[in-house]
């Protein structure tokens, strides 16, 4: 029982430095928001697959947590590790349940979900997007210390006229239909997909009702502006991923 305890607390502290390092490795700021894109969605997925989903859901919300505090985004941390536990959690099961062979009607439940939930976020994004604006970018170091050791962070900051924006959900609104199209037999990557909706989701939430009018007194409405962000963030999860977790089952498979 002590060696499970210690094997698992193990885990979840590796899991955690790799959602940590995922999510610092690369960061470009959303300006509407003060969020940012990061790759940490590719480690929650690859995790989910591996691991238990209460391991997957502690390490998933830790790890992106603590690289909001170390990036200066304290104001997300919060919200961040309740999201990304949500997430990893949700991943994590409904992977478990198609890897063991139980979820041939959940994988059609889980495709639909998916497509419910990208068309009604890209519908969100053009229903509540307003005129106007330049478009602009400036690229930066921030120097971030991590465990004692100076690392440059790279920063992108993007404005972006929200006329672009509506132009970029109309492309989403194809994109999120084309890829359940083509993920259809693919329910590992649906499921990630899943995941990537709640994370969608529960910011937007978040930065509408909270961050934007109260911490940062932006106007809420500016929590619609990183929705196509944090959908291409997700995407490019399950894009870095699938692969990976498809690698590992081909490893397992040819080993058993």
């Known amino acids: 029982m002590r060696r499970t305890s210690i094997s698992a607390l193990l885990r979840v ?47 998933s919300g830790l790890g992106p947590a603590l690289a909001d505090l170390v990036l200066g ?20 099961k409904l992977l478990g349940f198609l890897r063991g062979g139980k979820g041939r009607g959940l994988a059609t439940v889980i495709r639909v979900i998916a497509l419910l939930l990208g068309l009604g976020l890209t519908y969100t994004v053009i229903n509540l997007s307003f005129g106007g604006g330049a478009s602009s970018i400036e690229f930066s170091w921030t120097p971030t210390a991590i465990l004692g050791i100076a ?59 909270v961050s934007n009018p109260i911490i940062l007194h932006r106007d809420p409405i500016g929590a619609i502006f990183e929705i ?7 995407v490019a999860g399950v894009v870095l991923a699938y692969p990976v977790v498809q690698f590992i089952e081909k490893a397992r498979s040819s080993r058993s």
């Open 151 to 209: 690392i440059p962070i790279p920063h992108l900051r993007v404005e972006i006229s929200s006329y672009i924006w509506i132009a970029v959900a109309v492309a989403f609104i194809t994109i999120v239909l084309l890829y359940v199209v083509l993920l259809w037999g693919k329910p590992y990557a649906i499921a990630m997909a899943v995941g990537g909706m709640i994370m969608v989701t529960g910011y937007f939430l978040y930065e509408y009702f």
């Open 13 to 59: 502290v590796l899991y955690t430095i790799i959602t940590f390092v995922a999510t610092v490795l690369l960061t470009v700021e959303t300006p509407a928001t003060g969020g940012y894109f990061n790759l940490g969605e590719a480690a929650i997925y690859v995790i989910a697959y591996l691991a238990p989903p209460l391991l997957t859901a502690i390490s």
């Open 228 to 234: 196509p962000v944090n959908i291409g963030q997700f």
């Open 73 to 92: 985004y304290w104001y997300f941390a919060p919200a961040t590790f309740l999201i990304k536990f949500c997430e990893g959690l949700t991943v994590s």
